[in-house]
């Protein structure tokens, strides 16, 4: 039952690659990862929600791993992104779901649950609250802790790393891909908590024109083996070479049409289903447990569940126990209509 499995499902105008775990005649969820990942970002918490009973399916997301890629930056919108995965539920003959994300993936998934409240048993998100990343640059410095980030010093906040694909798209992608391998090595990391308070290395991306300090390829760090095996590192760099970094880095280049596409949400944008927001105390970048970031959200969901993790950003990698405990206790008491029946096989 908990054998994770690969396959796909094409339409015409797109291909998606998806691993698959748990009876096929249980209740869905859909893990939805985020940059620079793939599906294998959830393989510790696949097993545990296929043992429970659920179909557990995620998808490699268009741009990454063996899912289609495209040639423009307009093909990353999520307007795009959000029909693949409700084709892909179609096409598996899904009707409702629950629906979990990470980084990007929130995105996605919060615009799933603004746009097609019906297809949702409930959301799940992790790190990145609602009303957030979907309306773009201009709104997340809106809610910086200034406190920590002066607006003279820096008029961007942690975010200053998305105002830099905007200006320097080219270098910001050189840099990346001229080591993958290396690049992840050096984003892979575990949380620290004595950085809690301090700025985010990324308000430094312009002065150094790019990440790593400045150079033109990232650090040969030692593997963070919190994160990753060996095994895990070598697939997500061998996949991110063979398709570059235009499709990841490309998510970030759509804040107008992404904007105008969560401005379009029905209900006026409330989420009534279930929600579950689960942050990590450590992640520097999206700190929404003693920030503002979260706000947005605590007003405009009717049924919130929030956790935190003991974790920094890649937190189904380096906190899977922790995060699954999260998930199943929310699943169990506040999605009761998703939980496997007995004779599930």
């Known amino acids: 039952m ?16 998806y691993l698959e775990c748990g009876p096929a005649s249980g209740p869905v969820i859909f893990l939805i990862h985020g940059w620079p990942e793939l599906s294998l970002s959830w393989r510790h918490v696949m097993p545990t929600l296929a043992g429970l009973g659920y179909r557990v399916i995620a998808p490699d997301m268009r741009g990454y791993g063996r899912s289609s890629i495209y040639a423009t930056h307009d093909a990353y919108r999520q307007e795009l992104v959000v029909a693949d ?77 998305m105002r830099f694909y905007h200006e320097r798209f080219d270098r910001a992608r050189s840099v990346f891909e001229a080591s993958p391998y ?41 593997r963070d083996e919190a994160v990753l095996s060996e095994q895990d590192l070598r697939a997500y760099a061998e996949s991110l070479a063979r398709n570059g970094f235009f499709g990841p880095d490309s998510y970030y280049m759509n804040d107008a049409a992404n904007r105008a596409y969560a401005l379009r949400a029905q209900n006026e944008r409330r989420l009534d289903m279930p929600v579950l927001f689960v942050a990590g105390r450590y992640d520097i970048t999206c700190e929404s447990v003693l920030s503002r970031l979260a706000e ?19 937190m189904a990698q380096e906190k899977p126990v922790e995060l699954s405990a999260h998930l199943v206790r929310w699943l169990a008491t506040r999605v009761p209509a998703s939980w496997p029946p007995a004779n599930v096989s």
Not at 2 to 17: C, D, G, K, M, V
Not at 198 to 217: C, E, I, K, L, Q
Not at 296 to 314: E, F, K, N, Y
């Open 296 to 314: 947005p959200m605590r007003d405009l969901c009717a049924d919130l569940t929030i956790g935190v993790v003991d974790s920094g950003h890649w």
């Open 85 to 161: 995965m409700i084709a892909l539920a179609d096409g598996l003959g899904v009707g409702k779901a629950v629906w979990v994300g990470h980084d990007w993936g929130t995105a996605t998934v919060w615009s799933i649950a603004g746009h097609h409240p019906e297809r949702c048993h409930g959301v799940a998100n992790l790190c990145v609250p609602y009303r957030t990343i979907e309306l773009g640059l201009e709104h997340l410095i809106s809610l910086v802790d200034r406190d920590i980030y002066s607006a003279a010093a820096h008029p961007d906040g942690q975010w200053a790393y």
């Open 182 to 222: 290396r690049t992840i090595k050096a984003l892979f990391r575990r949380g620290k908590p004595e950085q809690l308070g301090r700025p985010s290395p990324h308000v430094a991306v312009f002065a150094n024109n790019g990440w790593f300090g400045g150079g033109d390829m990232a650090p040969d760090l030692p």
């Open 2 to 17: 908990t054998e994770i499995l690969q396959n796909s499902f094409a339409t015409p105008e797109h291909r998606t690659f």
